[in-house]
């Protein structure tokens, strides 16, 4: 039994992962006192494209290589398991299941969260979850959304000024990625070709 157990959800592509996702992360970790964090990679994201179509399993591996030695943080590979489209509500149920007692943390930008009333079955995650709201690019939180939803909390996160999207633009600039993202992560990205790099 997890009676009293605090567990943050991070869902996203992670197309790639990157340093800004982790010191989101260990932000809302410290802020809100969580005993985990479960990264969770989407295998088909419903509401937009995944630029250069890489595999579900290689973004899990390169956010392994990220998060390695802190033992709070995991991957959480069941959407990439799952036959039906990655849809956030059914993966709270699941993680609600598998903890019983916990409460669950669900970590999500103010630009996603503003977008919330278009998810399938936004009422079914709210009443599952605290929502955690990170700032984002000065983004304001749609207030009338944040009281329909109910348990939201905001982040005091520092913005993060790095992108998925930009490290995409200059993949093949081997120093950068360094800079943004895990050395071991990159390495992966080398070797086996991933975004096209050269």
């Given at each position: 039994m997890n009676s009293g157990l605090?567990?943050?959800?991070?869902?996203?592509?992670?197309?790639?992962?990157?340093n800004g996702h982790l010191i989101c992360a260990e932000s809302v970790s410290a802020e809100f006192s969580l005993d985990r964090v479960l990264f969770v990679p989407s295998r088909i994201p419903v509401h937009k494209e995944l630029d250069f179509n890489v595999s579900g399993p290689d973004r899990a591996e390169i956010i392994r290589r990220s998060i390695a030695g802190r033992s709070s943080?995991?991957?959480?590979?069941?959407?990439?398991?799952?036959?039906e489209d990655s849809y956030s509500y059914i993966t709270v149920e699941r993680i609600k299941d598998r903890n019983p007692g916990a409460d669950l943390f669900f970590i999500i930008g103010t630009d996603a969260f503003n977008g919330l009333d278009k998810w399938k079955h936004p009422e079914k995650i709210s009443t599952a979850v605290f929502f955690v709201v990170l700032r984002r690019d000065g983004e304001i939180i749609n207030?009338?959304?944040?009281?329909?939803?109910g348990n939201v909390l905001l982040s005091s996160n520092e913005e993060i000024k790095i992108s998925s999207s930009i490290l995409r633009s200059r993949i093949n600039d081997i120093d950068f990625l360094k800079?943004?993202?895990?050395?071991?992560a990159v390495d992966y990205i080398v070797e086996k070709g991933l975004y096209r790099v050269k």
């Amino acid at each position: 039994m997890n009676s009293g157990l605090r567990i943050g959800i991070f869902g996203g592509t992670f197309n790639p992962f990157h340093n800004g996702h982790l010191i989101c992360a260990e932000s809302v970790s410290a802020e809100f006192s969580l005993d985990r964090v479960l990264f969770v990679p989407s295998r088909i994201p419903v509401h937009k494209e995944l630029d250069f179509n890489v595999s579900g399993p290689d973004r899990a591996e390169i956010i392994r290589r990220s998060i390695a030695g802190r033992s709070s943080f995991s991957v959480y590979e069941d959407e990439l398991v799952r036959a039906e489209d990655s849809y956030s509500y059914i993966t709270v149920e699941r993680i609600k299941d598998r903890n019983p007692g916990a409460d669950l943390f669900f970590i999500i930008g103010t630009d996603a969260f503003n977008g919330l009333d278009k998810w399938k079955h936004p009422e079914k995650i709210s009443t599952a979850v605290f929502f955690v709201v990170l700032r984002r690019d000065g983004e304001i939180i749609n207030k009338k959304l944040a009281n329909w939803a109910g348990n939201v909390l905001l982040s005091s996160n520092e913005e993060i000024k790095i992108s998925s999207s930009i490290l995409r633009s200059r993949i093949n600039d081997i120093d950068f990625l360094k800079r943004n993202m895990n050395s071991d992560a990159v390495d992966y990205i080398v070797e086996k070709g991933l975004y096209r790099v050269k």
